[in-house]
């Protein structure tokens, strides 16, 4: 049984769900005004909304079990003398809102009232780009909404936001209050007969909505609830009202058999595995949901390291982690949803390609160049293009604005008489001693013969053929410079100065074991294999026996990029797969490392590009397709 769990459509992310009488720790969304991540939370250690069904006080879900239907769709539920329960959280995938429903059936012999409760607290509205930090304002009513709800406002020097809340069904009530830090009551009572006032800073307001009811043996009773966040008090309420209009039974249906979509494409193979089956296709739904988002303000996609600020450093843009780890499986599970990603990074974010991080808005957060930033556009393109034949995303994606900047920044940290391009942070976002980081260099290598092809579409045909040249050069200069000899055999270092020092490392975030996966040698290559050899041994610092596995100085405990990395080397794959049968990682979602004792999440939480890229091998391992088949043969 899942601990927590997980849900949210491109609109609203619920990170963490408890079973009750726990409840949705907070609701979440992406605002391009604030340039992140907007959280509602409680203000308190208890959560943003509570369910129950109660006897007698007594709740009627303990000792309940949690599910995720369709992988996605949190759902509780519980028995006591007879009397059933169930909880489900829904998302709907096209909509703007979300939904609570309790359900309780009699299954016993004689009557029992039960009471079925929604409690909802908000004290607390949060703005998050890597941390979270208040976004301070006040609360205001707006009671007659439009929408046969209330709206709750969280205003500054203006309406921000507001969440609505769908009046309860008949038979159903409601009482808010507004509660001061110091527990007095500013207001309480109806809620469409309140006033418009703001309350002082500080003031939480509290919405219980409540079914009593009597049940007859076999007799069952349904208690739901309506919310949503929108720009203004009448919207919010509007998008209430539709979800209450279109009923819960076909929103219920259309969201299962969109989830069922974007899983059309898990392998057979995979999907029929009890334990790594669920994995995949719930890891796969996190990465679609959590790794992308939809501005609430801008209706914009705007990709992100993570919807949950669970992860250290979410709701910011990463070329690196939007394009190379969650595009691959982006693509497999919705096309059109891909192509929109390149659009945005040749877009707005297409002004800061290679840029260590960016604010969703495009501009810089982080600064420093990264060479396999710089490259991760050119190879997610060339990813799309082969899988759906089309090109014209090219002209799509206004790929050629962007092709001076790119262009510019080889020129310009190219070495005076090598080919090589030097980095100023490797994958991990580190520092390196020596500035030629080879796994980035096979990235470029990759990234040229792409450039090269756009620049064909484009008319440029000269031009192409240089980078050709380039890319021809490259490949053998990373064999001539990249190379280095440890206990009598050649490996590919980590990195160099072209001055003959040379790192010995890898990182999971950026792996030398990609390089026959990337089209760069054969599997068969000898430096290759004593890179494997040396890196899977005691003589690396960070390599894990226990759990066969690496990390890196930046997290120095097993990384589950790694294992993505391990499944896509078919001598690797068996030990990665045996890892995923063990750890439990983050309640089965993915994070950056575990630790090396437990095999629980250690660092990184909520880790959504990185779920994007261990599916994506997963998925890929069972298709038995890891290595590239325009690889190249064998050299040394």
């Known amino acids: ?44 250690d208890q959560p943003l909304i509570r369910a129950d069904v109660r006897r007698e006080g007594r709740s009627l879900f ?31 995938l096209d909509d703007r809102g979300v939904i609570g429903r309790l359900e309780a059936t009699n299954a016993g012999a004689t009557a029992a009232e039960v009471e079925l409760v929604f409690e909802l607290r908000w004290g607390a509205t949060l703005v998050a780009t890597y941390e979270s930090e208040p976004l301070d304002g006040r609360l205001s009513l707006d009671p007659n909404a439009w929408g046969d ?70 007799e069952s009773v349904v208690f739901e609830l309506h919310i949503s966040v929108a720009r203004d008090t009448k919207a919010a309420c509007f998008d209430t009202r539709y979800l209450r209009e279109q009923g819960w039974e076909r929103l219920y249906t259309r969201t299962l058999e ?15 595995d009890p334990q790594l089956g669920p994995l995949a296709r719930r890891n796969r739904l996190f990465c679609y949901f959590y790794s992308l988002g939809r501005t609430l303000d801008t209706e914009e996609l705007a990709p992100v390291t993570s919807r949950s600020s669970d992860y250290y450093v979410s709701a910011a843009y990463w070329d690196r982690d939007s394009l190379l780890w969650s595009f691959p499986t982006i693509l497999d599970m919705d096309s059109g949803t891909a192509a929109e990603m390149l659009r945005v990074a040749f877009g707005r974010q297409g002004g800061n390609i290679g840029v260590h ?31 759906t034949g089309d090109e014209t995303i090219i002209e799509q994606a206004g790929v050629a604005a962007r092709l001076p900047r790119i262009e510019h920044e080889l020129r310009r940290r190219r070495h005076p008489t090598l080919p090589l391009v030097a980095t100023e942070y490797l994958p991990t976002d580190d520092l390196d001693p020596h500035p030629y980081c080879i796994y980035d260099n096979v990235l470029l290598w990759r990234g040229l013969g792409t450039l090269a092809r756009v620049l064909r579409r484009l008319g440029r045909g000269a031009d192409a053929d240089r980078y050709v040249q380039w890319r021809h050069a490259l490949r053998a200069a990373i064999f ?97 797969l045996r890892l995923l049968r ?23 939480r909520h880790f959504a590009t990185c779920a994007g890229f261990l599916t994506h091998a997963l998925c890929e391992a069972h298709r038995a397709g890891a290595v590239r088949r325009d690889a190249v043969g064998p050299k040394g």
């Not at 009572?189 to 003031?203: A, F, I, M």
């Not at 969109?258 to 029929?272: D, G, H, W």
């Not at 041994?537 to 990390?551: K, Q």
């Open 357 to 387: 991080s960016r604010f969703i808005d495009g501009s810089m957060y982080e600064p420093g160049f990264e060479l396999d930033e710089l490259v991760a556009p050119l190879i997610a393109l060339e990813r799309y293009i082969d899988a």
């Open 62 to 92: 303990e000792g309940a079990q949690a599910e995720a239907v369709a992988d996605w769709v949190p759902t509780c539920r519980g028995e006591i003398d007879g009397l059933r329960v169930t909880l489900t959280w829904l998302a709907p």
């Open 480 to 576: 001539d410079h990249g190379v280095t000899r440890v206990d009598g055999q050649r490996l590919f270092a980590w990195s160099t100065d072209l001055a003959g020092n040379f790192r010995l490392y890898d990182e999971p975030p950026g792996s030398l074991l990609l390089l026959p996966w990337h089209g760069f040698c054969h599997p068969a290559d000898p430096i290759w294999q004593a890179t494997l050899a040396w890196t899977y041994s005691s003589r690396n610092e960070h390599y894990f026996a226990e759990w066969d596995e690496i990390g890196c100085k930046h997290a120095p405990h097993p990384w589950i990029l790694a294992v993505a990395n391990s499944l896509l080397v078919p001598q690797r794959r068996e030990p990665a």
């Open 258 to 272: 969109r989830l069922a979509a974007l899983n059309r494409n898990v392998p057979a193979s995979l999907a029929a």
């Open 149 to 218: 709800g209330i709206s709750l406002a969280w205003v500054t020097s203006r309406t921000e936001l507001a969440l609505g809340v769908g009046r309860p069904a008949e038979g159903g009530s409601w009482h808010l209050r507004f509660v001061r830090p110091d527990g007095s009551v500013a207001w309480e009572g109806e809620p469409t007969t309140g006033d418009r006032r703001r309350h002082e800073p500080g003031v939480a307001a509290e919405l219980h909505l409540r079914r009593r009811v009597t049940l007859a043996p076999g």
């Open 582 to 604: 063990r750890a439990r990682m983050d309640d089965g979602l993915a994070c950056e490392s575990i630790d090396e004792h437990t095999g629980v999440v250690r660092t990184g």
């Open 1 to 44: 049984m899942l601990a927590t769990q997980t849900t949210g459509n491109l609109w609203f992310a619920l990170p963490r769900i408890m079973v009750p009488p726990g409840g949705v720790d907070r609701l979440a969304f992406l605002m391009m005004s604030h340039r992140g991540l907007i959280e509602l939370r409680s203000g308190t």
